[in-house]
């Protein structure tokens, strides 16, 4: 009887591999039997929320009795203020999870192809897999940075999403506002191009493409972006994305009424006006870095230059070993293997102690497993 019923079940979700989040804290405890876990592994914002987005919060629980406005008037009027994109341009989502999986239901057909970056953000693959379309993976040179032109020519009659992460999620590399203009020239104008800048906000570099200029010159990119990273409400689930009206229109289609919550919607107008917040965070992420690649350096590891809230690095050995013999001393990573990176381990920028810990659990087990061969 059951098995029936399963026959029904379309036969791309068999493929579909549940996404592998960072190890939360409280497994980590329970499994180890630890009181004290450092968690560097979801590139979160360490500093936690601003006190401003936590005051609205808090202000708004009373109200959670009401649905909230599924138009999120509020907040695109803020995000438009903030860009200079009109609010009819902005489509609003229950994280960037869900504009990705909204975007991949608007325009995959069975057989249809995506073309992404590899190694990249899997949910890419995820929203492609749902609608039973193809994902063709185009990996990144050996230094990490983009290869636009393998990319260009991965494009296909069938290839209806192009994805493009930058900074990209695990690699920390970045496209430049040159290379950006001239791959946009020439993909075929029948391709939609997501711009994924998820980390958009710690970006330093001035060459930077930015998205939202391509979309004011009138190209037909997509420009996605999140309250989870800088503005440190991931778990209140917030994505933005802006686009073209029209493009706009079919996915919003997609939507449910009330796919942001409210609490989401009065976090992020207020962490948005907190500028101070966010300079605090894009500060302590720099001087996190520097103070990760100088210890790591120290112990003889390159770091990979990054542009995101994490880094990565060859740790020249099993990463999966390295990864679980760091969770046995209360640190949590993400481990290559898990990333399409093998032998390198993926580290958020984590606050001062916090990366202090790191460094000395990692030379700790370094060290013993050394010892071990
Ligand atoms: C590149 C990239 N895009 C999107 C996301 C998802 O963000 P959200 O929390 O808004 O769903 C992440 C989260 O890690 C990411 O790294």
Known sequence: MSQEILNNVRKNLF???????GKPISDVKREFGLTDVTKLASNENPLGPSKKAQAAIL???ANVNRYPDGGAVSLKEALSAKSGI????ILVGNGSDDLIKLTSETFLHPGDEIVVPSPSFSQYWFGAQLMDAKTVAVPLKSDFEYDLEAMLNAVTDKTKILYLCSPNNPTGTYIREADLQAFLDRVPSRVLVILDEAY?????????????DFLKRGYNVLVMRTFSKMYALAGLRLGYMFGRPEVLDAINRTREPFNVNMLA???AVAALDDEEHVEASRT?????YEQLQGGLGALGYETVPTQGNFLIFDTRQDDKELFDALLREGVITRSGTALGIPGYLRVSIGLQEENERFLTAFEKVVSTLAQKV
């Open 15 to 21: 493929e579909i591999k549940p996404y592998s989040p």
């Open 86 to 89: 009109p609010a009819g341009q």
């Open 59 to 61: 202000d708004a629980v």
């Open 284 to 288: 302590l992420n720099r001087a996190g």
């Open 200 to 212: 958009n906000e710690y970006v330093t570099e001035g060459d930077y493409a930015q998205g939202i």
């Open 265 to 267: 919607q009065v976090g």
